[in-house]
């Protein structure tokens, strides 16, 4: 594991941190505290701001993993790209979703947590299986409500 030192400190993961900054930090609404990136503005592209957002942000997380993180930090880093991608993809709500989600900024939190604090070290044995149930209860649900559609549909005809 690494010293406990700033992030800022550590030239190879300088880049990080300044690309993290651009896709979630960098501009500021006048007048406001409110910041944003530049990756909600590439979501106004159809499919291609959504691929390249969520490409630039694998980058940045095969970079943290090139530099040692823990198997856990990387399964949280990368659920927090997925959420990213997953609910930005959706018209309009994906829109003003990434406003406010920011990926790439929790990432560097999480990082800076690792380093700074030891946290999130481990395997991440058991959040792998905490994300299988809530993914297998989704899925039960969404055939069970399939189910349920096609009975409806079958009674209306």
């Avoid at 909600?40 to 993993?65: E, R």
């Avoid at 900024?105 to 800076?112: D, E, P």
């Amino acid at each position: 594991m690494k010293s406990p030192e700033s992030l800022q400190t550590s030239n190879r993961l300088i880049w990080v941190e300044r690309m993290a900054r651009l896709m979630d930090n960098q501009f500021r609404f006048p007048g406001t505290q409110f910041r944003f990136g530049l990756d909600p503005l590439l979501n106004f592209i159809p499919i291609l701001g959504d691929v390249s957002g969520f490409l630039l942000s694998c980058v940045i997380l095969a970079t943290m993993l090139k530099h040692g993180v823990s198997r856990k930090l990387a399964i949280l880093m990368a659920l927090n790209i997925l959420v990213d991608a997953v609910i930005g993809g959706i018209p309009l709500i994906g829109q003003v979703f990434d406003f406010y989600y920011k990926a790439n900024a929790r990432n560097i939190r999480l990082l800076k947590e690792h380093y700074q604090e030891g946290k999130h070290q481990g395997s991440g044995w058991g959040l792998i299986i905490v994300i299988f149930l809530v993914m297998f209860a989704m899925l039960a649900g969404l055939i069970y409500l399939l189910v349920q559609l096609a009975t409806w549909l079958k009674d209306l005809f």
